[in-house]
């Protein structure tokens, strides 16, 4: 935006030089063009036959010198062919303005070189106020988007307009720059690839691991399962096994228990030599049983006949 604007405040200048014939008339188009605070690029006015004609004349031809400064140059090589050439135009105060302004665009390339020290010395100016002020005209005016440290004595300027003009013979050393930065960026850009590729490939193990444990734990959840169903099918088959056994043993113990009563109570109730007498009392009861009637002999009968079994 701020080029296209430049450019625009220069199209005037560019059709007066058609009728600039005289060096004068030239020489005048020179100090208008570089003292109109909106003009900041001059190589197609620089280029035009009329400006170019200036270094045929000894009176006119540090008119053209000083173009070129205002195109490319700076405020110190000013101050130096100011020195060496006295011929060369004095600059009026829209020029000094405007020509410390463009030498701020050139420094500003080397960020590391913006102390109000520096400044000072490359601009001519007296001290630190007026180094802030000339910053803050640049800004206001478009060309660069800086903020200033005072604390530090520093200015910190983070974009410059493209509003300088090339100087002669700089494009190969501008292409050598290029290059350099185009292999630094390729060589960030195989970096950054290769910790991208790093990263998937650290993600990915994790997600094997995660899901090899995954299976891992429901592997042992369902043997966990299987072993619970197994054990709780088998502990019900044996309880069963053993109420079977604990129920044949009780009815074997309560046999025996039984069969020891009955030796117990027929040897501590009768003596050998008594046996015969109990056996002929009972073989004796059926009559006294047989004279109470027929039912009543039948049933004492049943109980002689149990009491033999067991003697």
């Not at 205002?70 to 101050?79: E, L, N, V």
């Not at 600059?91 to 000072?120: C, F, G, I, M």
């Not at 193990?205 to 429901?218: H, P, Y």
């Not at 009637?293 to 049943?302: A, D, M, N, P, Q």
Request: proline share 5%.
């Amino acid at each position: 935006m701020e080029q296209t604007k430049a450019l625009n405040a220069l199209e005037p200048y560019l059709a007066l030089t058609k009728s600039a014939t005289a060096p004068r008339a030239a020489a005048d188009l020179v100090t208008q063009a570089t003292s109109n605070p909106n003009t900041y690029v001059f190589a197609e006015l620089l280029q035009a036959p009329q400006i170019q004609g200036l270094s045929q004349s000894p009176e006119y031809a540090p008119y053209l010198s000083l173009l070129e400064i205002f195109s490319y140059g700076t405020f110190a090589a000013y101050t130096q062919a100011l020195s060496s050439t006295p011929s060369l135009p004095k600059l009026n105060d829209a020029q000094t303005l405007k020509l410390r302004q463009l030498s701020l665009l050139t420094l500003a390339r080397d960020p590391h070189n913006l102390s109000y020290a520096a400044l000072q010395r490359a601009l001519g100016l007296p001290d630190s106020r007026a180094v802030e002020d000339l910053v803050i005209s640049a800004i206001y005016a478009g060309l660069i988007e800086a903020q200033l440290d005072p604390r530090h004595q520093t200015v910190h300027v983070s974009s410059v307009s493209p509003l300088r003009d090339l100087e002669p013979n700089s494009i190969p050393s501008m292409l050598t720059a290029v290059r350099s930065w185009s292999g630094r960026c390729s060589t960030t850009l195989a970096d950054l690839e290769s910790q991208i590729s790093a990263v998937k490939a650290a993600a990915a193990a994790r997600a094997s691991e995660q899901a090899a444990w995954e299976k891992t734990q429901t592997k042992l959840v369902e043997d966990q399962r299987k072993s619970e169903t197994a054990g709780a099918s088998t502990t019900g088959a044996h309880g069963r096994g053993q109420s079977r056994l604990l129920d044949a043993a009780v009815a074997r113990l309560r046999g025996g228990n039984a069969g020891q009563r009955s030796v117990k109570r027929g040897s501590g109730s009768l003596e050998p030599g008594q046996e015969d007498e109990a056996m002929d009392l009972d073989e004796e009861e059926p009559d006294d049983g047989e004279s109470a009637g027929g039912v009543g002999g039948s049933s004492v009968g049943k109980k002689l006949r149990a009491s033999r079994r067991k003697l």
